[in-house]
T-cell receptor
Framework: GAVVSQHPSWVICKSGTSVKIECRSLDFQATTMFWYRQFPKQSLMLMATSNEGSKATYEQGVEKDKFLINHASLTLSTLTVTSAHPEDSSFYIC??????????????FGPGTRLTVL | AQSVTQLDSQVPVFEEAPVELRCNYSSSVSVYLFWYVQYPNQGLQLLLK??????LVKGINGFEAEFNKSQTSFHLRKPSVHISDTAEYFCAVKNSGAGSYQLTFGKGTKLSVIP
């Protein structure tokens, strides 16, 4: 089945540093990937939609200069949290649409990355 | 715009008992409906989805859900739960129109199966 991986699974960093999170579709091509943020005991909030070869579309209230998204290929999207602060600590989850199975209308989710900013 | 309401934030149930997790949605357009399960510190796994056709949808792990358009509901059910079903369950909707990809999630229901 369709598998999405994320790396790293857990990262701890100092305040003011930048952190890059990778999202890869392992056995399918994903023209569209999504980045979500999940606070403890809450639902997933869509941060941005990442399209291969074009700029990401950010949801209202999400700082595009703070959360840099690059969809470099059909199997890789990256989220960089720039100048991270403790309030950026969260669980970040990506998902991907299978280009070859668009009619199934299913997003496949990665296992998530837990970011802790000290 | 769409919204999803999961009426119960927590549902405790004894092992081998039946369970129903409720989901209601609001939308001005036709939607697709999904249930996802999230185990601790993991991403989401698709349980089942309704796109069209039969309103009773069967998914993985013995779960099923019924789409009720008049009541705008998509409740998730399982006749007999196991300890391994303990997890967070999210209901989600998506505009069924072409080119629309965004999922809107409910706040989740934590299912706790008691031995």
């Amino acid at each position: 089945g369709a598998v999405v991986s994320q790396h790293p699974s857990w990262v701890i960093c100092k305040s003011g540093t930048s952190v890059k999170i990778e999202c890869r579709s392992l056995d399918f091509q994903a023209t569209t990937m999504f980045w979500y943020r999940q606070f403890p005991k809450q639902s997933l909030m869509l941060m941005a939609t990442s399209n291969e070869g074009s700029k990401a579309t950010y949801e209202q209230g999400v700082e595009k200069d703070k959360f840099l998204i690059n969809h470099a290929s059909l199997t890789l999207s990256t989220l960089t949290v720039t100048s991270a602060h403790p309030e950026d600590s969260s669980f970040y989850i990506c998902s991907a649409r299978d280009r070859g199975r668009a009619l199934t209308d299913t997003q496949y989710f990665g296992p998530g990355t837990r970011l802790t900013v000290l | 715009a769409q919204s999803v309401t999961q009426l119960d934030s927590q549902v405790p149930v004894f092992e081998e008992a039946p369970v129903e997790l409720r989901c209601n949605y609001s939308s001005s357009v036709s939607v697709y409906l999904f249930w996802y399960v999230q185990y601790p510190n993991q991403g989401l796994q698709l349980l089942l989805k309704y796109l069209s056709g039969s309103t009773l949808v069967k998914g993985i792990n013995g779960f099923e859900a019924e789409f009720n358009k008049s009541q705008t509901s998509f409740h998730l059910r399982k006749p007999s739960v196991h300890i391994s079903d303990t997890a967070e369950y999210f209901c989600a909707v998506k505009n069924s129109g072409a080119g629309s990809y965004q999922l809107t999630f409910g706040k989740g229901t934590k299912l706790s199966v008691i031995p």
